[in-house]
């Protein structure tokens, strides 16, 4: 059984977007830069920023945070947005969701400029993904899964793949992504799903995106396949764990991801490669060879 290793493959491609920074200094660009934004005092948002920023900086991206409180309106969120949209030093914006209830989320996406659209979760990206058109950005989760796919070299081809969670932010790009050129057969599961193991069983590549520990059990996974864990559940233990039974999968997948360690560090680091795709687009450069699929 392989253990899909996501901090040793982030470890690579942080380094090369490292060397790929400071060429770009040695030119005599300016640095690629992030703007964050948190609202409120979410402790887990807190944290994914936090780990978002430092590993921006180690790798020479520039990143901004910008600290808005719970009660911020709807309006003055929009504000901020839009004069970081007009910065011309800004690359990538990110707002870290979820939002409180106040606020429309889906108006929030759409006020982020698509040309700074880090997450690629603005209309405009998610079409240009889904149709193949133009030069879009690819959101971080599914295009961290795919650059973990290749760089194992699992290949997809004629593959059934099963995903499980139909979110806008997973289940449902990760979808497209697979779709692209249609390499593979998709199916996509969700809370309405009747008798989702007869799906599961199926899958050659199974990949989890729901949000509850032990969801997916040994009975429920083919022989010899590759299971993505995307799930990230606190137990009252503390401890962090996906949606598959690991220590039982894992006797029966050919490759899983572990949580931690999996599919978390490729998200981050795909964050920074859009990042610094952005920045790329933005200077009049060619896409970056690693946000795209
Ligand atoms: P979400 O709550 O937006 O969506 C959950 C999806 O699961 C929905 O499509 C829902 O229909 C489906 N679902 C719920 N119960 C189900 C069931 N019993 N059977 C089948 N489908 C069911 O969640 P999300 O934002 O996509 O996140 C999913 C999980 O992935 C969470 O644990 C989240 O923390 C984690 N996550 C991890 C990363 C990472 O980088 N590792 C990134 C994003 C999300």
């Not at 640095?31 to 790798?59: F, M, Q, W």
């Not at 490729?266 to 920074?272: E, G």
Request: hydrophobic fraction near 40%.
């Amino acid at each position: 059984m392989l253990i899909l290793d996501g901090r040793e493959v982030s470890k690579k491609i942080l380094e090369d977007l490292k060397q790929e920074i400071k060429e770009y200094e040695r030119k005599g660009f300016r640095k690629p830069s992030l703007a964050v934004i948190l609202v409120g005092e979410d402790p887990a948002s807190k944290i994914y920023v936090k780990r978002k920023r430092e590993t921006s900086e180690k790798v020479g991206i520039h990143s901004i945070c910008v600290n808005l409180p719970e009660s911020i309106s709807e309006e003055e969120l929009i504000s901020e947005i839009k004069n970081l949209n007009d910065d011309d030093n800004i690359d990538g914006i990110l707002v870290q969701l979820p939002l409180p209830s106040h606020i429309n989320t889906g108006k929030i996406i759409e006020t982020i400029n698509p040309s700074k659209d880090v997450d690629g979760f603005h209309p405009e990206n998610v079409g240009r993904l889904a149709t193949g058109i133009g030069k879009g950005v690819i959101p971080c989760t599914p295009l961290g899964i795919w650059l973990m796919l290749k760089h194992y070299n699992i290949d997809i081809f004629g593959k059934d793949i099963v995903i499980v969670g139909a979110s806008n932010i997973v289940g449902k790009p990760m979808s497209l992504v697979f779709l692209k050129d249609e390499k593979a057969t998709i199916t996509v599961c969700h809370k309405n799903t009747k008798d989702l193991k007869s799906h599961t069983q199926k899958a050659d590549i199974l990949v989890v995106a729901v949000g509850k520990p032990k969801l997916i059990t040994d009975d429920m996974v083919k022989e010899g396949s590759v299971v993505i864990d995307v799930g990230i559940n606190r137990l009252e233990n503390g401890k962090i764990v996906g949606d598959v039974d690991f220590e039982n999968v894992k006797n029966k997948a050919f490759a899983i991801t572990p949580v931690p360690g999996g599919v978390g560090p490729m998200t981050v680091v795909s964050l920074l490669v859009n990042t610094v795709h952005l920045y790329r687009l933005r200077h009049g450069f060619p896409p970056h060879p690693f946000a795209q699929i």
